[in-house]
């Protein structure tokens, strides 16, 4: 009983590294301080979610989704299924755009206050409020 | 991080509930993309279902995420480009054969285009002969690759978007090997900006033509009149149309955001 749950546990290992992508993602972005590491891990779970969405559509013996030349009935089981590739096509392009207005921002934030660390922003923004609240 | 460990456990938890890895009855695998797969061919004879589904069948889709793209490109504008700069304060030339640089404050006499004078930045080294030759020698063939990618999108795996992304890259290799201002000289930022407006333009002027000729919006059979091809060929044709669109809007806003990044907005200088 217990053999059978771990064997249909592993034999889906590709499931189970996408799951420890996306904990090291969200581990990135949750606990890091810096601003570039926080994008960075956007960018790890990301890849994550494509990756999951692409190993979904995969079936045993088949091929890539371009049908094969003097083929007058065409099986669907032959061809790997073409879906999921076309939507991570729309989200790997969606990712890269936001990581260019993500470093874009990024880089007003350090203009701005000289640091990209996130605990000496917060103190920065605090000092700021306190110095208004005090002067009013 | 404890948080991040119960989501963990939680995805975990999930993965009893999927079905095999590679099974053709998964039901990701039925319904639509079978119909796909199957009929891709008798309805726009393009062998490769990913760009006949991403361009034809899902074309909407793929107009609004050319969109994202340009959208992506003018955030970067408008958050990095600074106000009109008067001209900075010292220029810097170098005279070629002692190699001496000279700083020329406000105000000086500033050496016009002459032979034995070049303009660098502060970023400047020397010894970069080999990177140089070698970037003027490859890229023109990274763009031709570029172009075959886009077009021949309907036979082989690649299409508008990679095709386009390659070809942003050669522009993006030739400014970092060389210096920003020779790459602006050459591709300069307005260009970028409407370039990419004109890619997405083409897209949607594409599926207006055929909401003009009666269809729907999108709906690429009803070219077939104005191509003088049959109603299956014109989809190929529309589609190829539409694959062209993306790759120029893609191109020039790769390069767009790679100028606004490696200069912050000011665009003289950078890598």
Known sequence: ?136 | MVIVVMFGCLLGYGVFYYPDWGDAESPANRHVSRYYIENTVTDTSVPNVVTSVLADYRGYDTMFETTVILAAGLACFFLLKLKKQEAPLCRMYRHIMSGITLRIEKGGKIPEDSKSFERIDSVWVPHDLVIKMTTRIIVPFLQIFALYVITHGHYSPGGGFQGGVIFGATSILFAISFNLRTASARMSEKATAISGCAGVLLYSGTGALCMALGADFLNYGALAGTLGVDQVSARSHGILIVEIGVAIAVSAVMVWIYYNLSSAGRQNEGL
Not at chain 1, 17 to 26: A, E, N
Not at chain 1, 62 to 88: E, Q, S
Not at chain 1, 96 to 101: D, M, Y
Request: without cysteine; aromatic residues 8%; proline residues 2%.
């Open chain 1, 1 to 136: 009983m217990a053999d059978l749950f771990m064997s249909g546990f592993i034999s889906q290992y590709n499931f189970i590294g996408v799951v420890i992508l996306v904990m090291i993602g969200l581990y990135a972005m949750i606990v890091k301080n810096n601003l570039i590491k926080k994008i960075i891990g956007m960018n790890i779970f990301q890849s994550a979610i494509i990756l999951f969405y692409i190993s979904a559509g995969a079936k045993k013996d088949a091929t890539i989704p371009i049908i094969m030349k003097g083929r007058d009935v065409v099986h669907a089981a032959d061809y790997i299924n073409p879906l999921p590739h076309v939507l991570m096509l729309t989200a790997i392009v969606v990712a890269v755009a936001t990581l260019g207005v993500a470093l874009a921002l990024a880089m007003r934030v350090y203009l701005q206050y000289n640091t990209l660390e996130e605990d000496e922003i917060l103190d920065i923004i605090r000092k700021k409020d306190k110095e208004i609240t005090e002067s009013k």
